[in-house]
């Protein structure tokens, strides 16, 4: 647990990301208010007792939605980094052993294709083929994630490879699939935790845009992006409609940052070493 | 008369603390103009952090006690400003690293003008002509090494000659040269510390020499001073020195120099491994995908055989092929031409390597840091050469084979469950030769073994290599820069030079009397201690 106080930052972080996670949770068991009842008369009730974050235009209560939308936020971005990670890093360890060869230029220069696309424009097309859900936010994004985790895996991987421990695990007659799953891959799992947490709060960033302009999760699953699209015309009169999705989205995606930030400080031993 | 007041640096009774661990304790020497003087330790004996005391440039934490006098002005009690305007100027400093000590995105004359811009108000075409000048004295010639070059278009050797330009730019009062040639060949070693040694003479300038090699050291010194876990053990004018050496380290340290292991074992008349006329071509992509390819011939055509029971030594200059030639013979990269015979057996078979020869052989390699994986035990790291084997050892089995690898390099089975880091660089090397023993495989090749150890680590090493040779009737193939350490421990030498083999025989013959003008000016430049002082 001392891991914990290495980093000025990761203490933050995680008490930010795990408020979010503990609303997500909660959300699945007990809201204050049903997010899918309709109650015109208490409709954009400023913040109150009753209702700590008001309620919106159709008189449901901020709090509960903010709550769902976590979990929907959470969700597609937490599958959609798995996604990329699960294609990603081995198509990234596939790449650094077979280095300069075929099978390293067709991955990469798949890899470039790929991130020619803006992750909106990919969702369209995926919208445009399936139509809008979440599930398909979760595809979207998760490919989009793909060459990240391959383009950084390739990375480290290349520079692990010049090791003299793994010429030694060649002396030893090991393959290069044995040497990239033995050697390499824990010895850049914390890169890869590292760039999990921000690949996650860009997820919930783009889960959030892609909801904002209708693409993502749809009514009546609540989701932050599109509780901003629909507040966006009422915000001179009831600004809390607003302020809190932004909010959450905003906390949100600073905890996950602090969190990335102090891992790193945590994991890696070279930065350890300079602070001690 | 006090030295301290005709010296140019004087340091006394130098305590340094950081974070309250004591680092060195009452640090005493002198320089005086035109004077070298050679400070000698092992790893962790406080030399280089010496030297950055003189220019305070410490890790944060750190705390001195004593004086630093350099030519009168006392470096303890100056301002952070005032040390700035000291550092280059006054004072040059020249590292151990020319691959990183140059900013490979600057040319050198750019490089070398920078000092010169920091300390004086003068022009940039000023500023150039004067790093011309200085180049020219570090023997980087305009007419052949334009200020526009870049480091990347520079040896190894002809950067370490711009590090040192950009020291002397400004004609500094002491320079401080932290293990300047360690990162070097042989031959420009020599060129380097030749040059070190003329600025010295004609400058007036004092050098404080920091070395690991007691040779170079030896060959340079006007003075010495030994150092020991943060402590002077001995110091004086070197020649009075080194022939009464007082104190039992510095003897240690000197015989540990000149060591040489006894070794007792039968050569067999069998060859053990034969290499015929090897060829291996590496094909560079330079321009694109479609464009030309170059080709590249790391060896040329080298035949020999190593004998059962032999230790063959192969000697060569960075470059020089003997990295292909090593991975080669272990089956990793596969060659253009000639064959490798292991036992009559050959090393490669329809483009695969033959498991049945490759478990015969082990490799242990030069950096103790770098060859184990940071996230494993010492029982996995060590057991990793069972993948050759069809029905390697399991449980109580695999415990036994652990414990006797261990304990014949003496470690204990305990050790087992460590991590690599728990470990210091001469036990990580016996653990690395664990590793090649558990196989109990017939030849092992030591690439460049023992080049990164501490001198006294490096004798031990050398003995237990020595003493494993005659219990397990093992071959060595010996693969190094330096030629002391093959001589004391192989039978016959091989030197190589750009890919081929150059000479061949008997290791004292052809260190006593090399024949190839390569070998003799190999031997010529290696640093050798005084006669007869070991």
């Known amino acids: ?276 | 008369m006090s030295r301290s007041e005709t010296g140019l640096l004087s340091i006394q009774d130098l305590s340094l603390s950081i974070h309250g661990l004591p680092i060195l304790k009452n640090v005493s020497m002198d320089v005086a103009p035109g004077r070298i003087l050679g400070v000698i330790g092992e790893s962790g004996s406080g030399k280089s952090i010496t030297a950055f005391s003189v220019l305070q440039l410490l890790p944060g934490g750190a705390s001195c006690t004593g004086s630093i006098t350099l030519s009168g002005k006392d470096i303890l009690s100056l301002s952070e400003a005032e040390l700035c305007g000291l550092r280059g100027r006054d004072v040059g400093m020249v590292f151990q690293e020319p691959m990183t000590a140059l900013n490979p995105l600057k040319t050198i004359g750019d490089q070398v003008a920078e000092t010169i811009l920091i300390h004086e108000r003068v022009s940039k075409a000023e500023a150039m002509v004067r790093a011309a000048d200085a180049l020219r004295r570090a023997e980087l010639p305009q007419e052949r090494f334009p200020l526009s070059r870049y480091p990347h278009e520079l040896s190894g050797g002809q950067r370490q000659r711009v590090v040192i330009a950009m020291a002397i730019a400004l004609r500094p009062k002491l320079l401080i040269a932290d293990e300047p040639t360690t990162a070097l060949d042989v031959t420009t070693q020599a060129q380097i510390l030749d040059l070190l040694k003329r600025l010295v003479a004609e400058g007036g300038m004092g050098l404080v020499l920091i070395s690991h090699d007691l040779a170079v050291v030896a060959d340079l010194a006007d003075d010495l001073v030994i150092m020991r876990q943060g402590e002077v053990v001995e110091s004086g004018p070197a020649k009075a020195l080194f022939g009464n050496l007082q104190h039992p380290y510095s003897r240690a340290l000197l015989e540990a120099s000149a060591h040489v292991p006894e070794r007792r074992q039968e050569v067999l008349d069998l060859p053990l491994l034969q290499v015929r006329e090897v060829v291996r071509d590496y094909t560079g992509h330079t321009h694109g995908w479609w464009g030309k390819t170059t080709q590249f011939r790391a060896v040329d055509g080298v035949s020999f055989e190593i004998r059962k029971g032999e230790s063959l030594g192969l000697v060569g200059e960075s470059g020089c092929g003997k990295s292909t030639l090593t991975r080669a013979i272990l089956g990793l990269e596969e060659v253009q031409g000639g064959e490798i015979l292991f036992d009559g057996l050959p090393v490669f078979t329809h483009h695969h390597a033959n498991q049945i020869v490759r478990r015969r052989m082990q490799v242990v390699f030069q950096d103790p840091y770098g060859s184990f994986n940071p996230r494993w035990k010492v029982d996995r790291l060590i057991t990793e050469p069972f993948h050759l084997l069809a029905n390697p050892p399991k449980g109580a089995e695999r415990d036994r084979a652990i414990a006797e690898a261990l304990e014949s390099v003496g470690l204990s089975a305990a050790d087992a469950q460590k991590y690599i880091h728990e470990f210091s660089g001469g036990q990580r090397q016996r653990i690395a030769i664990a590793r090649a023993l558990i196989i109990k495989p017939d030849l092992i090749i030591l690439d460049e073994a023992v080049s990164a150890l501490d001198v006294s680590v490096r004798a031990q090493v050398l003995d237990l290599l020595a003493d494993l040779a005659g219990r397990f009737g093992l071959t060595y193939l010996f693969i190094s820069h330096d030629l002391s350490v093959v001589r004391s421990i192989t039978d016959r030498v091989l030197v190589m030079k750009s890919g081929k083999i150059v000479e061949e025989g008997p290791t004292n013959t052809v260190f006593d009397r090399p024949s190839h003008p390569y070998t003799q000016q190999l031997v010529a430049a290696a640093p050798v201690l005084p006669a007869g002082i070991a």
């Open chain 1, 1 to 276: 647990m001392s891991l914990l106080f290495h980093s000025r930052t990761l203490l933050p972080g995680a008490v930010l990301t795990l408020l979010f996670t503990a609303a997500a949770l909660i959300s699945l068991v007990w809201v204050p208010y049903d997010t899918t009842v309709v109650d015109i008369a208490n409709r954009m009730k400023p913040p109150s007792w009753l209702h700590p974050f008001g309620t919106d235009q159709f008189g449901r209560d901020i709090l509960s939605m903010i709550m769902v939308g976590a979990r929907t936020s959470i969700a597609v971005a937490l599958v959609a980094v798995g996604i990329g990670m699960a294609v990603g890093v081995p198509l990234g360890l596939a790449a650094a052993a077979r280095k300069g060869g075929l099978m390293d230029e067709i991955i990469m220069r798949a890899n470039d294709l790929v991130f020619a696309f803006p992750s909106l424009l990919i969702a369209v097309m995926i919208t445009a083929v399936f139509g809008a859900s979440a599930l398909n936010a979760i595809i979207a994004i998760g490919i989009f994630n793909i060459p990240v985790f391959a383009r950084l895996t390739r990375g480290a991987a290349l520079s692990l490879w010049n090791r003299e421990y793994i010429l030694a695990a060649r002396v030893a007659g090991k393959g290069s699939a044995r040497i990239s799953l033995e050697h390499i891959l824990p010895n850049v799992a914390n890169l890869l935790i590292v760039q999990g947490t921000i690949q996650f709060s860009l997820g919930i960033l783009a889960e959030a845009g892609l909801s904002y302009v209708g693409l993502g999760a749809q009514p009546p699953t609540a989701s932050w992006g599109r509780m901003l699209a629909d507040s966006q015309t009422m915000i001179s009169l009831a600004p809390h409609l607003a302020l809190f999705p932004g909010l959450a989205i905003l906390l949100t995606v600073l905890g996950l940052n602090l969190l990335g930030d102090g891992l790193r400080d945590s994991l890696d031993p070279k930065l350890r070493r300079a602070r001690t």
